[in-house]
């Protein structure tokens, strides 16, 4: 696609809206999200009053990660992470429509990415000199 100064092509123009996607890259409408935020109280009714954020994340349609490579370590991390998944989906699937449940020992981080690391003209040595071809 070329553009000169006069185009703006809208964001689905470039990447197309959902229904003109293929169906398979087409999430399902999420039924189980896992929702962070405080109890703030308790209301007249004696249930607690639960803020969240703005945005959950979608529980059911998420997919669990693929275990492949040949460090252990990882792997074993993986499989744990798909663990906690299915523990949280399959506690989601016994629970009737409109029903929520607290987790005990969750923990919630919040992660700020840190910048790409640069490599300083000091640090970076002449290899081509330590190797010769025949």
Known sequence: MSLNATQSPSFANIFGT??????EEQREKAQLWLNIGVVVGVNEKG??????LPVGIPLDTM???EVKGQNKD????????N???????KQGA???PGAETTIEGLTVKIKRVA????????????????????
Not at 47 to 52: A, G, L, Q, R, T
Not at 115 to 134: M, R, Y
């Open 94 to 96: 016994s629970m009737e």
């Open 115 to 134: 910048p790409a690391a640069s490599v300083d003209a000091e640090q970076i040595g002449d290899f081509a000199n330590v190797i010769s071809f025949k």
């Open 83 to 89: 663990k906690l998944l299915e523990h949280f989906q």
């Open 63 to 65: 997919k669990a990660l």
């Open 47 to 52: 249930e607690d009053i639960f803020i969240n």
């Open 18 to 23: 959902a229904a003109q996607r293929p169906a």
């Open 74 to 81: 990882w792997n074993a991390f993986t499989v744990n992470r």
